[in-house]
């Protein structure tokens, strides 16, 4: 089935909501500049709150790679995301040189022909070309499909996930602000009504194929 992470989580309410819904993974923006951005105490809190129930991402986009590093290390997620230009093949070599699982955000103005673990990643986030703008992206901004483990993003909410699973077979979807009822606070029905629209869509996927349980050695 397709997995499915939601992400800018910032209260354990939201945790509870999240996990409860049956979502795979959650995530934790830390960035000064995001509505959704967590301290690290806080996310480590919130990671203790999940418990192992899902797989947990912290995500960054400004944060100098030595301390994305530090800060997952501290919180204790699964995985670092690390968003956008600020980081090059050589900042993913060197997080997993320092032991740390990484997925990739990009969005298709910067990598329009997109191909997972290009930067030895082990998922790709893929965005729409204008990034935060809460337009979905269809095939046709495409050049090439996207291929391996890669998650769409941009534009999702309860109404249209299906649909574009339906157009796009994406290997995951992730949702931040088509499940909040104003930017940064979730909407916990919306949160469950978004799980439950991915649940009811058609295809099946072994869990040999879900990254949910982190690799040995990866934290």
Known sequence: ???????????PDDVDAAVAAGADAVGFVMSSRSPRHVTPGLARALVDRV???????????????????AQTRATGVDVLQLH???YDAAAFASAAEAGVRTWRATSLAADPEPRTGSYGEEALLLDSPDPGSGHRWTASDLRARPTGRWLLAGGLDPDNVADAIAELAPWGV?????????????????????VAAVRQTAGTRSSAQSPQSPAPGAR
């Open 174 to 194: 992730d949702v931040s602000s088509g499940v909040e009822v104003s930017r940064g606070v979730k909407d916990h029905d919306r949160v469950r009504a978004f």
């Open 51 to 69: 418990g192992g129930r899902a797989l947990t991402v912290l995500v960054t986009n400004e944060l100098a790679l030595a301390d994305a590093v």
């Open 84 to 86: 956008g230009p600020t």
């Open 1 to 11: 089935m397709t997995f499915v992470k939601i992400c800018g989580l910032r209260t």
